[in-house]
């Protein structure tokens, strides 16, 4: 018997989704869901390819109420813009939650990914971020820098924003186009100190391996998102610092113990906190997330498969809906 499969390419899927505020809240509900118990999520399957200077990571998730479940495969490949190509490339396979049949490949090169990373720390600054955000700062210059700003505006429509990066021309080209997306005062800064002095809301999206935010920068109303510690060895956030922040939450706390800061802190023998909560508990109102705007919070983002199945679900929703993509039968 013939079965439809859906492909649907890059530029559809640009087409169908969008970094909005429907994007955020399917990664909410996947947040929410994580809280309940019922989620099947299997640890990240990682590959490092040394030979090649190259890594893969693949991560999946059931969560019960959505029609599918996904399989992201994500390559990165870092000498590749040596040969004229993209460094990092991949996509989703989307089955049937009921058959386990394949309904869809999304073939989106990473953009999938992207934006539902960029909804995370729209849903951390949502349930995490002082009410009020006036000036927000953003550490690093690539392409998550520009997305995790723009999520977090759509939750907290802040005024200003600060850009600071070891490469000031990246900091300048970075403020230059938040400036025209969000239609705000975005401007490059020397001192990332000052920044984070001047903010109620920090974001850091940046591969490092050395922590770019010190603990005695943290001030009352501040809260941190950390997204770019997502292999052992990198390391955004100085370790006292999630001590001395009123309250540090995981995405995933059996992930950032493996690959986030909180792997850094214990590491460091600094962590006494015992099991920090998770995002989808303060989500779903099973543990407590700010309780007044004079608190430190940091949230501390790995990324997780049950983003991936959110995403992917709701992609193919939009799919259905418009009717794009192709399809063939196997």
């Known amino acids: 018997m013939a079965h439809e499969v859906t492909i649907l390419t890059e530029a559809e899927l640009r087409g169908l989704v969008k970094l909005d505020l429907p994007a955020v809240e399917v990664v909410e509900r996947a947040f929410s869901a994580l809280a309940s118990g019922t989620v099947v ?8 390819i040394p030979q090649a200077n190259g890594e893969v990571d693949v991560k999946t998730a059931y969560i019960p109420g959505f029609d599918g479940f996904a399989i992201k495969v994500s390559p990165g490949f870092f000498d590749n813009p040596k040969i004229g190509l993209p460094s990092l490339n991949g996509l989703m396979i989307l089955f049937s939650a009921r058959t386990g049949l394949v309904e869809a490949m999304l ?3 990473g953009y999938l990914t992207d934006v539902r990373t960029a909804a995370a720390g729209a849903v951390a600054a949502r349930h995490l971020a002082p009410s009020r955000v006036e000036t927000a700062t953003v550490i690093g210059t690539g392409i998550q820098a520009r997305l995790q700003i723009e999520a977090a505006h759509l939750v907290r429509p802040f005024s200003r924003v600060l850009v600071w990066g070891r490469d000031m021309a990246k ?18 800064v020397s001192d990332p100190a000052q920044a984070v002095a001047q903010s109620q809301l920090v974001v850091t999206t940046t591969p490092a391996e050395d922590p770019v935010v010190r603990a005695e920068w943290l001030h009352p109303g501040l809260h941190i998102t950390a997204m770019g510690s ?6 955004e956030i100085e370790a006292a610092a999630l001590v001395a922040a009123d ?3 995981c995405d995933r706390v059996s992930q950032c113990e493996l690959l986030g800061e909180l792997r850094s802190a214990m590491a460091a023998g600094v962590w006494r906190g015992g099991t920090p909560p998770e995002l989808g508990e303060i989500v779903a109102g099973r543990q407590t997330g ?12 790995t990324g997780t498969g049950a983003q991936d199945t959110a995403i ?6 939009a799919a259905r809906k418009t009717g794009a993509g192709s399809t063939i039968l196997t």
Do not use: H, W
């Open 290 to 301: 700010r309780t007044s705007d004079d608190q430190v919070t940091i949230c501390d983002l």
């Open 312 to 317: 992917a679900t709701f992609a193919m929703k």
């Open 247 to 249: 309250l540090y939450v």
């Open 107 to 109: 073939l989106d090169n």
């Open 171 to 188: 900091a300048r080209a970075c403020a230059a186009d938040l400036t025209e997306r969000l239609k705000i005062t975005a401007e490059a």
């Open 230 to 235: 997502d292999q052992a060895g990198k390391n």
């Open 41 to 48: 999520m299997p640890p990240i399957l990682s590959m490092a």
